[in-house]
């Protein structure tokens, strides 16, 4: 256990933060160095080594030597990892904390003063700016549009204070996140898990803000709450294609309420079959054939499943006053045409198919 703040708004607060590496020593010491330099030291940290070659505890150790690392033997993927470290905690609040992602030192002080104001909350979001460009928005809190598809609110914008309020939006970007376990019991699966595993990665955060929304828990966006992330410096590529396309079809079934879904099938539909058509463009590249792959699965459960989501009338209309229209959000993903040489600069690698079409990069790794 850190040491526990002295400031009043946090001095009764417990948090577990959760951070989920595979291999990426060096990026994770980076990211616990930050976190053990945080105003609030009322946490308990949980790290959880998805089937590292490298050794991931001894880098943990170095920075914290009381650290719970929690080890899998093969990579069970990001919702199991997440899950089996949510449970080995007890804390009133958990943080997700992506390994490739510097924090500054109000981070998880403004997020527990943020939830302490909205008791309705069952989510925080951060400010997430880029890491090389750190005047430019990469999300100040996620969005979910009319045709099926999440997005990063504010996503390639300068920050220039037009976010600074504190707000309500649909959900938390699961890479700096701050999430109420009560609100986590409350919509967790029978088996007491919080992420659905069937997604591995990828959309695992806009699931479960799904949920959270249909069971009345509201999401704030903490504008203080600063982290600056690198992106896509851990995933990418083939991998993510695959998930990205697969997992936005399968969420916008499962979880989208039928009341909602209903008077948007056609803008939905368009929605992913124009993205097919422009990755089409892109065939021979191996990350635009996974993509191919993953809507082929994501029509495959589409077709196949009767899994419905529950959201009561009230709920629903609510939600709908969150949700953007089809053109005011980007979907996630990095154009290569916004970034230039960035990505290739930085080693980004691409996906394809999960904006306007363009090879793109992923954004919420």
């Given at each position: 256990?850190?040491?526990?703040?002295?400031?009043?708004?946090?001095?009764?607060?417990?948090?577990?933060?959760?951070?989920?590496?595979?291999?990426?020593?060096?990026?994770?010491?980076?990211?616990?160095?930050?976190?053990?330099?945080?105003?609030?030291?009322?946490?308990?940290?949980?790290?959880?080594?998805?089937?590292?070659?490298?050794?991931?505890?001894?880098?943990?150790?170095?920075?914290?030597?009381?650290?719970?690392?929690?080890?899998?033997?093969?990579?069970?993927?990001?919702?199991?990892?997440?899950?089996?470290?949510?449970?080995?905690?007890?804390?009133?609040?958990?943080?997700?904390?992506?390994?490739?992602?510097?924090?500054?030192?109000?981070?998880?002080?403004?997020?527990?003063?943020?939830?302490?104001?909205?008791?309705?909350?069952?989510?925080?979001?951060?400010?997430?700016?880029?890491?090389?460009?750190?005047?430019?928005?990469?999300?100040?809190?996620?969005?979910?549009?009319?045709?099926?598809?999440?997005?990063?609110?504010?996503?390639?914008?300068?920050?220039?204070?037009?976010?600074?309020?504190?707000?309500?939006?649909?959900?938390?970007?699961?890479?700096?996140?701050?999430?109420?376990?009560?609100?986590?019991?409350?919509?967790?699966?029978?088996?007491?898990?919080?992420?659905?595993?069937?997604?591995?990665?990828?959309?695992?955060?806009?699931?479960?803000?799904?949920?959270?929304?249909?069971?009345?828990?509201?999401?704030?966006?903490?504008?203080?709450?600063?982290?600056?992330?690198?992106?896509?410096?851990?995933?990418?590529?083939?991998?993510?294609?695959?998930?990205?396309?697969?997992?936005?079809?399968?969420?916008a079934h499962d979880r989208v309420p039928a009341a909602i879904r209903r008077g948007?099938?056609?803008?939905?539909?368009?929605?992913?079959?124009?993205?097919?058509?422009?990755?089409?463009?892109?065939?021979?590249?191996?990350?635009?054939?996974?993509?191919?792959?993953?809507?082929?699965?994501?029509?495959?459960?589409?077709?196949?499943?009767?899994?419905?989501?529950?959201?009561?009338?009230?709920?629903?209309?609510?939600?709908?006053?969150?949700?953007?229209?089809?053109?005011?959000?980007?979907?996630?993903?990095?154009?290569?045409?916004?970034?230039g040489n960035c990505a290739t600069a930085a080693g980004l690698r691409p996906v394809?198919?999960?904006?306007?079409?363009?090879?793109?990069?992923?954004?919420?790794?």
């Amino acid at each position: 256990m850190a040491r526990r703040s002295g400031t009043d708004v946090t001095q009764l607060t417990t948090v577990d933060v959760v951070v989920p590496t595979l291999n990426a020593s060096n990026l994770l010491r980076e990211c616990l160095i930050h976190l053990a330099r945080s105003s609030f030291q009322d946490f308990t940290l949980f790290v959880y080594d998805d089937g590292s070659t490298e050794d991931v505890a001894a880098a943990v150790r170095a920075v914290f030597p009381t650290a719970h690392v929690l080890r899998s033997e093969s990579n069970r993927g990001l919702a199991h990892g997440c899950n089996r470290a949510i449970r080995a905690g007890s804390s009133e609040f958990v943080a997700l904390l992506n390994n490739d992602v510097e924090v500054t030192t109000e981070w998880l002080c403004e997020l527990v003063a943020c939830a302490r104001r909205r008791q309705d909350a069952g989510s925080i979001a951060s400010k997430l700016l880029l890491w090389d460009r750190r005047s430019q928005i990469h999300s100040a809190g996620d969005t979910y549009s009319f045709r099926g598809v999440a997005g990063n609110r504010g996503v390639w914008m300068e920050d220039t204070g037009q976010f600074d309020s504190e707000a309500q939006v649909f959900a938390a970007c699961g890479g700096a996140a701050l999430y109420r376990r009560a609100a986590l019991n409350a919509v967790a699966f029978p088996d007491g898990s919080v992420f659905d595993e069937r997604l591995f990665m990828y959309y695992e955060d806009v699931d479960l803000a799904w949920r959270l929304q249909c069971a009345g828990f509201t999401c704030y966006f903490a504008p203080r709450a600063v982290v600056y992330h690198r992106l896509s410096s851990t995933a990418g590529g083939e991998l993510a294609s695959y998930y990205v396309a697969r997992n936005a079809l399968r969420v916008a079934h499962d979880r989208v309420p039928a009341a909602i879904r209903r008077g948007n099938r056609l803008r939905i539909a368009a929605t992913h079959a124009g993205r097919v058509l422009r990755t089409l463009t892109h065939v021979r590249e191996p990350a635009a054939r996974a993509s191919l792959s993953g809507t082929a699965a994501g029509i495959v459960h589409v077709l196949s499943s009767t899994e419905q989501a529950h959201c009561p009338r009230e709920q629903c209309e609510r939600i709908r006053g969150l949700l953007t229209h089809p053109s005011s959000e980007p979907f996630r993903g990095i154009p290569v045409a916004r970034l230039g040489n960035c990505a290739t600069a930085a080693g980004l690698r691409p996906v394809v198919g999960v904006d306007d079409g363009s090879s793109s990069s992923v954004a919420n790794a």
